[in-house]
């Protein structure tokens, strides 16, 4: 299994950005896929997933409303789409995937991206 991260930039405050995930060497629908982040200093944190199957999607509380995750099941591949970026927003972004049913914590995840750097300038 192999997740290729990209898109990620230096913005300012309020710009928007989107991140995409290119997955090989799996069967896309039958993984839970997501996002995390991790801040200079602090734990790698969840921030967005599908259901495995892409049935459900679940959002951390602090980008609830401003992020939107998706996927486009043919190129196997699933995006970030991040709106109203703040300087909290500023992390190391990380693609995610799991066989497991759904993701939750970091302990879930066998396959990880290389990560792709957000920088939001206020």
């Known amino acids: 299994v192999q997740l290729q991260a990209s898109g990620g930039g230096l913005v300012q405050a309020g710009d928007s950005l989107r991140l995409s995930c290119a997955a090989s060497g799996l069967t896309f629908l039958r993984y839970a896929m997501g996002w995390f982040r991790q801040a200079p200093g602090k734990e790698r944190e969840f921030v967005a997933s599908?259901?495995?199957?892409?049935?459900?999607?679940y959002y951390a509380d602090s980008v609830k409303d401003r992020f939107t995750i998706s996927s486009d099941n043919v190129k196997n591949t699933v995006y970030l789409q991040m709106n109203s970026l703040k300087p909290e927003d500023t992390a190391v972004y990380y693609c995610a995937a799991t066989d497991s049913l759904r993701i939750t914590t970091t302990l879930d995840i066998p396959y990880w991206g290389q990560g792709t750097q957000v920088t939001v300038s206020s």
């Open positions: 599908f259901s495995r199957g892409g049935f459900r999607t």
